[in-house]
């Protein structure tokens, strides 16, 4: 007899705990203060703490193997043995071979790290190559499933599906390799049959993207192969991130038991359903509820949905969109916010109510509904924001041509060859983050704190002059994050104080909560870039974050197109460009490393969304002088993807993330005939290593034969708020003497 899959499931929920368990314990297991006994403790606790959560709340099927130290695509890499052979032959154990390919050693560099679709999380690109021998490792998957059971919890196991492994992949082409990976799916389904379980996850999220003909082939043969596996449990095939298109009759002619479909950001999904023709029995596991943003669902329009995706098949479930990883814990602990705002909030938690709720009124039709929340109060309108932006003209968003700009610029900057700076930030040590504690805490009164932050920017300030740095920054001790920095100080904007986010590893971030108009007070950044200018005759760059980078690392408003809040944030950051030219900063940093992420996955729908975002990082930008030199950076994304979009931001610098890449972004700008500044990053600040001089060299020789020299930057990948002061002096030190040596022979 078959079990049912469930009424009621999440695809996935937050890993790193309440307080961020996680990041503290893998941390401190790198720094050599726990062991690996001591950190597996703390990891078995937090699924623990998770299975316990989803049980209480009645959610039918819970899933298990979405814990992960640091990346679950890491960790279906170690699942299928796809283990490159330079890690392998380190010889480490089986936890440091894994973290030395999430982080590198001085031996070797790290595996990529992009990001996951069109999400704030990055995953680490496996290498598939010809020579990949994979292996079934199914244990981490049969050790957290036999964790739940010994609490009485029965779990579904998860992991990223073999198509989409592939395709995120990076080699010669993985995709090739689809038979050889699906037959150690199969050994794996088959272990954990062998262990008791019941149904199984496999993500496939790749083809909520455009996909070729032979792709979607791919898919249908890979679990025509799973499915008519003798002994493995029941499959679930979970989509999200937008609409299968063709992918779903791929689907639907294979044997897995269960589909599931976004049907908050693929609400198109719905109809291809009814066109699918026969369902043949299976679940769809229909995806109500918003994973990605933290309103609260549309409880009545959620279950005319469901209704309908039940008059299609014959058994339906409701599950989260997609994973809860993207939003925080629990908005419960939030005590101070605006209570009419976070009546209209719900994270992880709510959510599992949430969809325990719809799963019971689809099942009975009878269960009552919360009343539907009243309209967006009026106080958070911003009638002169909305007079602005409807007052503004096509010219607002144009600057000068750029050789005359750069000509002019250069005239007033008289930097050298292959100058040479960073992206922004300096390492955040624990005594500046325990100066903005206590400044939160009222332990310390504001001019203490001022005192304090001025004084590391003098300190940063003196380095950078010592190591011979051309642009300095005055590295951005007073910024908590680069986004909740600037929604701390813009009307508009929440902050929580509990609510934490994975984005990377260890890396942890509390995006702010974009409810209303958005508007400036005042300006944000101004005393800071002055005073550090004040203490140097080098030019010192005013550090802003970008409005598509602050849209897309906030949890956004949904009652009003992106494209409108994208320019409230423009002019509020139009304004302090002006500000800061009129104090005498004369190189403007605005940071989009967000442009790829909220990419669009279809192509279809890429083009109306370039053209809002350059439209909104032009609108920021163009407010200053000829002279005034514009900057942005970019870091860790497909950047050949939205490469003539970078090319139309028309910033008179475009610094890059470039080191685990090995420069191919160069070889796309070159493709599109860029002819502005660019910065490749030779630094991987995301890697405890520091590289040598001779690699710099090599780098900056590789970007140099394909940017003629007078454009070309010499910068790290991205900021060095993670890194030690140790690191950074070894590294800037190789950066400067290495642009010094290749500047002599360009």
């Excluded at 899933?63 to 699942?79: E, G, I, M, Q």
């Excluded at 029941?234 to 689907?251: H, K, M, N, T």
């Excluded at 590789?702 to 790290?716: D, E, G, K, M, S």
């Amino acid at each position: 007899m078959s079990i049912p899959f469930g009424q009621s499931t999440v695809l996935g929920y937050p890993r790193i705990g309440a307080n961020r368990e996680l990041k503290k314990a893998v941390e401190a297991y790198w720094a050599g203060t726990v062991d690996a006994d001591a950190l597996a403790r703390t990891a078995a606790g937090l699924r623990a703490d998770v299975w316990r959560t989803l049980r209480d709340a009645r959610l039918d099927a819970i899933p298990s193997n979405v814990f992960s130290y640091y990346d679950h695509v890491l960790d279906t890499a170690v699942a299928v043995g796809a283990i490159p052979a330079r890690f392998a032959r380190l010889g480490l154990s089986e936890l440091d071979t894994y973290f030395a390919m999430a982080r590198g050693v001085d031996a070797e560099p790290a595996l990529e790290l992009t990001k996951w679709f069109d999400t704030n999380y990055h995953y680490l690109v496996p290498e598939i190559g010809a020579d990949t021998a994979f292996a079934a490792n199914p244990a981490k998957a049969l050790g957290e499933y036999a964790e739940a059971a010994e609490l009485g919890i029965t779990t579904r196991p998860v992991l990223v599906g073999p198509a989409t492994f592939l395709l995120l992949a990076k080699g010669e082409d993985p995709f090739v390799r689809l038979d050889d990976l699906v037959e150690t799916y199969a050994r794996i389904l088959s272990a954990l049959a062998a262990a008791g379980v019941a149904w199984v996850q496999l993500d496939e999220p790749a083809y909520v993207a455009d996909r070729t003909p032979a792709e979607i082939e791919g898919l249908r043969r890979a679990y025509t192969r799973l499915g008519r596996l003798t002994h493995r449990p029941r499959i679930f095939v979970a989509s999200y991130f937008g609409e299968l298109g063709d992918a779903l009759p791929a689907l639907l002619d294979t044997p897995v038991e269960a589909i599931g479909l976004d049907l908050v950001a693929g609400p198109g999904n719905l109809h291809r359903l009814a066109t699918a023709g026969p369902l043949g029995g299976r679940t769809i596991v229909a995806g109500l509820v918003d994973g990605r943003n933290v309103w609260r669902t549309d409880l009545r329009a959620a279950v005319t949905a469901g209704a309908t995706v039940a008059g299609l098949a014959d058994h339906v479930a409701v599950a989260t969109s997609c994973s809860l990883l993207h939003v925080p814990a629990d908005v419960s602990v939030e005590t101070r916010l605006d209570p009419d705002l976070s009546a209209r909030l719900a994270f992880a938690r709510q959510k599992v109510d949430e969809v325990v709720l719809l799963g019971r009124a689809l099942r009975d039709g009878t269960t009552p509904l919360p009343t539907p929340l009243p309209p967006v109060p009026l106080a958070w309108r911003h009638d002169d924001v909305r007079g602005r932006l409807a007052a503004l003209r096509p010219t607002d968003r144009q600057r000068g041509d750029y050789p005359g700009r750069a000509a002019r610029q250069q005239e007033r900057l008289r930097l050298p060859g292959l100058p040479t700076t960073t992206i922004g930030s300096f390492p955040q040590t624990a005594e500046l983050r325990q100066a903005r504690a206590a400044h939160r805490a009222g332990t310390i009164d504001d001019n203490t704190y001022a005192e304090r932050m001025r004084a590391e920017v003098a300190h940063v300030i003196r380095l950078q002059e010592q190591w011979g740095l051309d642009v300095l920054v005055h590295g951005e001790p007073e910024r908590n994050d680069m986004v909740q920095y600037f929604g701390e100080q813009l009307d508009g904007f929440a902050a929580t104080e509990h609510g934490w986010v994975q984005s990377y590893g260890s890396r942890c971030v509390r995006p702010p909560i974009i409810y209303g108009d958005v508007a400036r007070r005042k300006p944000m950044t101004v005393e800071w870039s002055t005073y550090a200018q004040s203490l140097t005759s080098k030019p010192v760059k005013g550090m802003l974050t970008g409005p598509v980078t602050i849209l897309a690392w906030s949890f956004v408003r949904n009652d009003q197109p992106l494209a409108e809040t994208a320019d409230q944030v423009a002019l509020a950051l139009r304004d302090e460009c002006h500000d800061l030219e009129s104090a005498g900063i004369r190189v403007i940093q605005v940071d989009e490393p967000a442009l790829r992420e909220t990419l669009p996955l279809r192509r279809a729908d890429q083009k109306a969304y370039l053209d809002w975002a350059v439209g909104a990082f032009r609108l920021a930008t163009s407010g200053v002088a000829d002279d005034t030199q514009i900057h942005t950076h970019l870091c860790y994304s497909e950047f050949g993807e939205v490469i003539a979009a970078i090319d139309a931001l028309d910033a008179d610098v475009t610094s890059i993330e470039a080191s685990r890449s090995k420069m191919e972004v160069l070889d796309d700008l070159a493709a599109i005939g860029y002819r502005r500044g660019v910065g490749p990053g030779v630094w991987d600040i995301h890697s405890p290593r520091v590289p040598s001089h001779d690699e710099v060299v090599e780098a900056l020789r590789r970007a140099v034969a394909a940017v003629p020299a007078r454009r070309l930057w010499v910068n790290p990948d991205c900021g060095l708020k993670t890194r030690g002061y140790p690191e950074v002096e070894a590294s800037l030190r190789h950066l400067v003497a290495a642009a010094a040596e290749v500047r002599a022979g360009a």
